[in-house]
């Protein structure tokens, strides 16, 4: 890493200036970098990490895809507060970081319009509208693709949103499942969205998941449940540009770069 303090002074000031942004409905996306320019000044960052944004101190927050001890990842943020520009996030971080031949991601949306501008990279997998069959086909190959995978490659499995399964076949259910158990053990890495105004119909699906990360959450009692923790001060993230994750006893918040063109606000 060229200069790890490179961004500490700068996240910082934003994280003090947090209840001013929130009080006027302020865009903080112009004064973060770039995706693309924290990249470049954070790097060189290690092979197998998948780049999630930045932590308070400047630090980036990473994910190592030959690692399955995190599990698959749950996104939990109110409607409007950034999940799907945290799955954006991510898949252009894949783009600009690996070879299609190291990490590949597929998508199941209910808003494939929102994903034109990812769908020719050679990353992509493909990129399904989830009410159709071929989302249904795509979760049924990607079970028997890690059930025989020996390879180093990876997937992302980019989820949003978790509620729109509810209607799906029994054994597109039953293999989301094994994915969520044991997909990551097998290069298979589900990052799954939920609101939480559909959490109390999901609440047996939050098991699977050990890591979740929260983006402006407003419903208190909900987020306590689904965070395992009070304490984490969720109704104050600034939506779209802010998350929070629990690191043991405490609140790790970091932020989103923007994504240069094409990014989702949802």
């Not at 092979?47 to 749950?74: K, Q, T």
């Not at 190291?102 to 929102?114: A, K, R």
């Not at 949103?161 to 094994?178: G, Q």
Request: charged residues 25%; aromatic residues 8%.
């Amino acid at each position: 890493m060229k200069n790890p303090n490179i961004y500490s002074l700068a996240m910082e000031a934003l994280t003090e200036l947090v209840p001013e942004i929130n009080a006027a409905g302020a865009d903080v996306g112009t004064v973060l970098p770039s995706l693309t320019e924290a990249l470049t000044d954070l790097a060189p960052l290690p092979r197998e990490a998948l780049f999630f944004g930045i932590a308070e101190d400047g630090l980036p927050i990473l994910l190592n895809l030959h690692d399955p001890i995190p599990g698959p990842l749950l996104v939990c943020a109110d409607a409007g507060a950034g999940k799907t520009a945290f799955l954006q996030l991510a898949a252009q971080a894949m783009i600009e970081m690996h070879s299609p031949e190291d990490v590949q991601f597929g998508v199941l949306t209910g808003h494939p319009e929102e994903w034109r501008n990812f769908e020719r990279a050679e990353h992509c997998a493909g990129i399904f509208a989830i009410h159709e069959q071929a989302a249904m086909d795509f979760v049924r190959s990607l079970g028997e693709w890690a059930h025989t995978n020996r390879s180093r490659q990876s997937v992302v499995f980019l989820l949003d949103d978790l509620s729109r399964i509810e209607n799906a076949d029994d054994d597109v259910k039953d293999t989301l499942r094994w994915l969520l158990l044991r997909g990551p053990s097998r290069h298979v890495w589900p990052i799954v969205a939920l609101d939480p105004s559909d959490g109390e119909r999901f609440l047996p699906w939050l098991d699977f998941f050990r890591t979740r990360i929260f983006g402006r959450t407003t419903d208190a009692a909900w987020a306590e449940a689904a965070a395992r923790s009070a304490r984490g001060g969720l109704d104050s993230l600034v939506a779209g540009s802010q998350f929070a994750m629990l690191e043991g006893s405490r609140w790790l918040k970091f932020w989103l770069p923007r994504l240069e063109e094409g990014g989702s606000s949802r």
